[in-house]
């Protein structure tokens, strides 16, 4: 997945301009419909409310509730007043260009008269005391609210009437309808959010803990200043549009500190991200101690500083949990696998040896960057070392998602084996190794009650792939990386799900150069190759080239359905935890809108240029909370409203 010369990505002609106009066959409210929460403005209320006035409403909630249970009618009282301040605008009404935003933007955010109050020095949050990370996540949000003191870029006062003198916002009653809800894939993540332009009392309703969670970084967002203010008026209904919105970290060629991993989990809640997709191990260094197969770690990690132990696994796995963020841990297999040598030589071929010999054509090279290796399916002694690996790994990780990688099989340093090439001697053929090997490690993984994810090349690479009859959709998740939505689009088709980590758009690490210590390609005098930085998967991609992607596009309402959400992803040999934070952020925060309530209007129009003062906010904020994002303008340009932009196109 890295290296330039062995990966022709083509051009795709510019997107059309279609709004994606929801994605059937979500099941984000599937509980929600059954207590009567409202799951989307289709709801009877919310259409009655576009043809009535407030008493009409009244009247029509009072007859909606004699019918239903005790549970139904708190629940309906609670929205109550939600629903009549969003009848005093558009309910899909954007965001005040005040400074007070809330990112991602939410699916529908009103706030007809915008107007803050104080928050009370006194402020208080009821909510279920039997859930550990929900209850954690409260102290941590009630904490915030009354410290984080936050200064807009913008001043707010100028947009939005403050009275101090009105009651402050005294409590949050928080209420849940599933405590039980794991943190899954699909797991529902909405929530109502109302603050009375009274003061006093706020609600947040959630399906489960992990949307409670959504709606307190909400909350979190409508209070600023110091003394602290809040949005009143306000009422938020919100759900992501996809399930799987993540972020890849491989931390094998450079090496991560937990407290890095940790910071990078809380700012991706912070964005409403909920996967952290832990890219391991690699040729380079093999980091995770496991109790079974120690060695690899102690003979394969950089060394003991640079290793990660079942406590720490199990510290970022409970973070995680508290944070809303699921942890998906991939043991790339059978190549990503030099590291592996340094315990047991005799079960990697090519280990160790240069990557592209001299003379050697690139299609005959032992790897497509330097790292050689990979798991000899001949062997017997793989499957015994490889079990071990993925009993302790599904241990260590409860997450149901197990990511088992596949990709890049490079034929040359298979080729170099004796034993391979006795096999193709004989008559056999590179594929038949990846179809031995995966058909002794997938049905073991499935037994572990996991879903195996691997990257696209297992089914799709031009020369070393497996037959689709052994990858049953069912138990089979595609992650893909390559030709955009061409690759989506043959995934979706043969009935796969999938996660789109297109390298043209998701790839954080693009545009920084290449590694390679003696490349001539820079010893120019006229300037180097300025259309990609050096890079095999340049140019840089910006937050609007991120923001931008439409991940269905071009598919059917049915293979849309199997797209399951996205990912961007950090390859490490250029980055290490002294650039993580801004090689990741704000840019992330461009993947986390587009996925959470998309990237369009509610006119069907692309809102990048709508975004990017929001994103300036966001960023402010986020810095001020520890993460060490890039700017994206100079601050002139939001304190200049307008003046940054163009009117004219650049050809």
């Given at each position: 997945?890295l290296?330039?010369k062995?990966?022709?990505?083509?051009?795709?002609?510019?997107?059309?301009?279609k709004e994606r106009?929801?994605?059937?066959?979500?099941?984000?409210?599937?509980?929600?419909?059954?207590?009567?929460?409202?799951?989307?403005?289709?709801?009877?209320?919310?259409?009655?409310l576009?043809?009535?006035n407030?008493?009409?409403?009244?009247?029509?909630?009072a007859s909606?509730?004699?019918?239903?249970?005790t549970t139904?009618?708190?629940?309906?009282?609670?929205?109550?007043?939600?629903l009549?301040?969003?009848?005093a605008?558009?309910?899909?009404?954007s965001q005040?260009?005040?400074?007070v935003n809330?990112?991602?933007?939410?699916?529908?955010?009103?706030?007809p008269?915008p107007?803050?109050?104080?928050?009370?020095p006194?402020f208080?949050?009821t909510?279920?005391?039997?859930h550990?990370y929900?209850?954690?996540?409260?102290?941590?949000?009630?904490?915030?609210l009354?410290?984080?003191?936050?200064?807009?870029l913008?001043?707010?006062s100028s947009?939005?009437?403050?009275n101090?003198?009105?009651?402050?916002?005294?409590?949050l009653?928080?209420?849940?309808a599933?405590l039980a809800?794991?943190?899954?894939?699909?797991?529902?993540?909405?929530?109502?959010?109302?603050?009375?332009i009274t003061?006093g009392?706020?609600?947040?309703?959630?399906?489960?803990a992990w949307g409670a969670?959504?709606?307190?970084?909400?909350?979190?967002?409508?209070?600023?200043?110091?003394?602290?203010?809040?949005?009143?008026?306000?009422?938020?209904?919100?759900s992501?549009?996809f399930?799987?919105?993540?972020?890849?970290?491989?931390?094998?060629r450079?090496f991560?500190?937990v407290?890095?991993?940790?910071?990078?989990?809380e700012a991706?809640s912070?964005?409403k991200l909920?996967?952290?997709h832990?890219h391991?191990?690699?040729?380079?260094?093999f980091?995770?101690l496991?109790?079974?197969e120690?060695?690899?770690a102690?003979?394969?990690?950089?060394?003991?500083?640079?290793?990660?132990?079942p406590?720490d696994?199990?510290k970022i796995?409970?973070?995680?949990?508290?944070h809303?963020?699921?942890?998906?841990?991939?043991?790339?297999?059978?190549?990503?696998?030099?590291s592996?040598?340094?315990?047991?030589?005799?079960?990697?071929?090519?280990a160790?040896?240069?990557?592209?010999?001299?003379?050697?054509?690139?299609?005959?090279?032992l790897?497509?960057?330097?790292?050689?290796?990979?798991?000899?399916?001949?062997?017997p002694k793989?499957?015994?070392?490889?079990?071990?690996?993925?009993?302790d790994?599904?241990?260590?990780?409860p997450e149901?998602f197990?990511?088992?990688?596949?990709?890049e099989?490079?034929?040359?340093?298979?080729?170099?084996?004796?034993?391979?090439?006795?096999?193709?001697?004989?008559?056999?053929?590179?594929?038949?190794?990846?179809?031995?090997f995966v058909?002794?490690?997938?049905p073991y993984?499935?037994?572990?009650?996991?879903?195996?994810?691997?990257?696209e090349?297992?089914?799709?690479?031009?020369?070393?792939?497996?037959?689709?009859?052994i990858?049953?959709?069912?138990?089979?998740?595609?992650q893909?990386w390559?030709?955009?939505h061409n690759?989506t689009?043959?995934?979706?088709?043969?009935g796969?799900?999938?996660?789109?980590?297109?390298?043209?758009?998701?790839?954080?690490?693009?545009?920084h150069?290449d590694?390679?210590?003696?490349?001539?390609?820079?010893d120019q005098?006229?300037?180097s190759?300025?259309?990609?930085?050096?890079?095999?998967?340049?140019p840089f991609k910006?937050?609007?080239?991120?923001?931008n992607y439409?991940?269905?596009?071009?598919?059917?309402?049915d293979e849309a359905?199997l797209?399951?959400?996205?990912e961007?992803?950090?390859?490490?040999?250029?980055?290490?935890?002294?650039?993580?934070?801004?090689?990741?952020?704000p840019r992330?925060s461009?993947?986390a809108?587009s996925?959470?309530?998309g990237n369009?209007?509610?006119?069907g129009?692309?809102?990048?240029?709508?975004?990017?003062d929001?994103?300036?906010?966001?960023?402010?904020?986020?810095?001020?909370?520890?993460v060490?994002?890039?700017p994206?303008?100079?601050?002139?340009?939001?304190?200049n409203?307008?003046m940054?932009?163009t009117?004219?196109?650049?050809?």
């Open positions: 997945m290296n330039g062995r990966q022709i990505i083509t051009q795709h002609n510019k997107l059309a301009n106009n929801g994605r059937a066959g979500r099941k984000e409210h599937s509980g929600s419909v059954r207590l009567g929460l409202p799951p989307s403005p289709s709801w009877a209320p919310y259409k009655y576009r043809q009535s407030q008493v009409s409403l009244l009247k029509f909630l909606y509730s004699t019918s239903t249970s139904m009618q708190i629940l309906i009282v609670i929205l109550l007043m939600g009549l301040l969003a009848s605008a558009p309910f899909s009404s005040s260009d005040s400074g809330v990112w991602p933007k939410p699916r529908n955010f009103s706030w008269q107007q803050a109050h104080l928050l009370s006194n208080a949050i909510s279920p005391a039997n550990k929900l209850s954690s996540a409260v102290k941590r949000y009630h904490q915030l009354l410290s984080e003191h936050h200064r807009p913008v001043n707010p947009s939005v009437r403050i101090t003198s009105a009651p402050p916002l005294l409590t009653s928080l209420t849940v599933d809800a794991p943190l899954h894939h699909g797991v529902d993540e909405s929530y109502t959010l109302t603050i009375p003061g009392a706020a609600n947040l309703w959630a399906q489960t969670m959504r709606g307190l970084e909400t909350l979190s967002q409508l209070v600023w200043g110091d003394p602290s203010l809040v949005a009143v008026g306000v009422y938020v209904w919100d992501p549009l399930g799987h919105r993540g972020v890849m970290l491989d931390t094998s450079n991560y500190g407290e890095d991993i940790l910071r990078t989990i991706m912070a964005n909920n996967v952290f832990w391991i191990t690699d040729s380079h260094s980091p995770l496991l109790p079974s120690p060695d690899l102690s003979k394969g990690s950089y060394g003991s500083a640079m290793q990660y132990s406590a696994v199990t796995v409970e973070f995680g949990l508290e809303a963020v699921r942890v998906v841990p991939e043991i790339d297999a059978p190549g990503h696998t030099g592996w040598a340094e315990a047991y030589p005799e079960i990697v071929t090519c160790n040896m240069f990557w592209w010999p001299d003379g050697v054509d690139w299609a005959d090279r790897a497509s960057e330097p790292g050689t290796g990979h798991l000899n399916p001949l062997n793989t499957y015994q070392v490889l079990k071990n690996v993925i009993h790994v599904s241990t260590l990780f149901p197990f990511h088992a990688g596949a990709d099989i490079i034929p040359g340093c298979w080729k170099a084996d004796p034993t391979i090439q006795s096999f193709l001697s004989k008559g056999g053929t590179l594929s038949e190794l990846l179809d031995l058909n002794s490690t997938f993984i499935v037994s572990l009650n996991r879903t195996v994810v691997y990257w090349d297992v089914l799709l690479d031009d020369n070393v792939k497996v037959q689709a009859t990858l049953p959709p069912e138990h089979t998740i595609l893909t390559n030709n955009g690759n689009k043959r995934i979706v088709s043969s796969y799900r999938v996660i789109v980590s297109s390298s043209e758009f998701y790839y954080l690490d693009c545009g150069g590694f390679l210590g003696n490349d001539s390609l820079y005098q006229t300037g190759d300025t259309g990609n930085g050096g890079s095999w998967c340049g910006t937050w609007q080239t991120i923001y439409d991940i269905t596009y071009g598919l059917t309402e359905k797209v399951l959400g996205g961007v992803a950090l390859w490490s040999e250029q980055a290490d935890p002294t650039v993580l934070d801004a090689r990741i952020w992330t461009a993947l809108e996925l959470w309530s369009r209007d509610a006119m129009m692309k809102r990048y240029a709508e975004a990017t929001r994103l300036n906010e966001w960023r402010s904020r986020i810095v001020a909370r520890g060490r994002a890039e994206i303008q100079p601050l002139w340009c939001i304190r409203p307008g940054c932009n009117v004219n196109s650049f050809g």
